[in-house]
């Protein structure tokens, strides 16, 4: 009864049953006869058969929910027991954004991880560049922002706090803007890779503006430093602009309008992952959490 369980949380992570039978390598037809095994033995339908797509129904819904975590943590500890030697050293790669990783609010994590596991070394890349993880040798990623579908398992740990700001010497040069055309009239400084800027208005409604960039750069420092200096309007994270905010050599401008947070992610390839890298996405997860990013 495992064995189908897990195959039924597969199948739907795949989406279709032609996909989940390529990927997990098992005849169409005998996955299909399991999961109409493990149905009628729960006598209700885990799916809506859609023409192209599966979709849970509400049965289905509530039956995976409850089942996920526990196949996981079973998995994991038939992995364990299979795999993991305590005393052997074991190394995690970990492909990460290099400005989130210089911040102050990931100063140290590192550390404090290799110190409570001294036996499991990390390997650790630095990139904004979105690998496929099933194509490359990494084990574990950290991404900021809206992520592209894909089959790889997310966690999402926190969010990260953008801010939209200039100095006043832009002010002086072409006003303060009131709204979006206003804004469209001003130099503008883009963070890589957060090529568009996105708002809520007061009423909720999601505002989406595209910069005519006039300085770019994939280094965080480097835009708010140009910001600083006059250049341009800064839209990114805050954390790189809060001494400037707070002496007043930045100031935030369309304030009646509120840039969206984004999310920080764990992505991990959907496959039975070793005891090591679980202790590193706990470890970040709850490191990470709740901390005002």
């Not at 023409?51 to 996981?72: A, D, N, Q």
């Not at 904004?128 to 740990?157: H, M, P, W, Y």
């Not at 803007?177 to 708002?199: G, M, T, V």
Request: with cysteine; glycine share 4%; net charge positive.
């Amino acid at each position: 009864m495992l064995d189908i369980v897990a195959l039924f949380i597969k199948t739907n992570q795949y989406k279709t049953f032609h996909e989940a039978s390529v990927k997990l390598n098992i005849p169409l037809p005998t996955l299909q006869r399991r999961i109409r095994k493990l149905e009628d033995n729960l006598s209700l339908a885990l799916f809506y058969r859609e023409k192209g797509r599966l979709r849970l129904t509400e049965p289905g819904k509530s039956f995976y929910s409850h089942c996920l975590t526990h196949v996981e943590d079973l998995q994991n500890i038939l992995c364990n027991f299979k795999n993991v030697n305590e005393d052997k050293v074991s190394t995690i790669k970990l492909i990460a954004p290099q400005n989130f990783i210089k911040s102050v609010y990931f100063s140290g994590v590192i550390n404090q991880f290799t110190i409570l596991y001294p036996n499991i070394k990390i390997h650790m890349m630095l990139s904004d560049e979105r690998l496929d993880l099933k194509k490359t040798e990494f084990d574990l990623a950290i991404r900021i922002g809206l992520l592209e579908s894909s089959q790889n398992i997310c966690k999402v740990i926190n969010q990260m706090t953008f801010v939209l700001a200039c100095s006043s010497s832009v002010i002086e040069k072409y006003g303060l803007p009131k709204s979006f055309k206003d804004l469209a009239q001003l130099p503008h400084i883009c963070c890589s890779p957060f090529d568009n800027w996105s708002f809520k208005a007061m009423n909720g409604e999601k505002v989406l503006f595209k910069p005519q960039t006039d300085f770019v750069s994939n280094d965080i420092e480097m835009c708010a430093l140009s910001a600083v200096e006059g250049r341009g309007v800064y839209y990114g994270p805050e954390y790189c602009l809060l001494a400037y905010l707070n002496d007043k050599s930045l100031v935030k401008i369309l304030t009646h309008f509120k840039p969206i947070k984004r999310d920080i992610n764990l992505i991990w390839p959907d496959k039975l992952i070793p005891k090591s890298t679980r202790n590193l996405i706990d470890f970040l997860s709850k490191s990470l959490k709740g901390v005002d990013i």
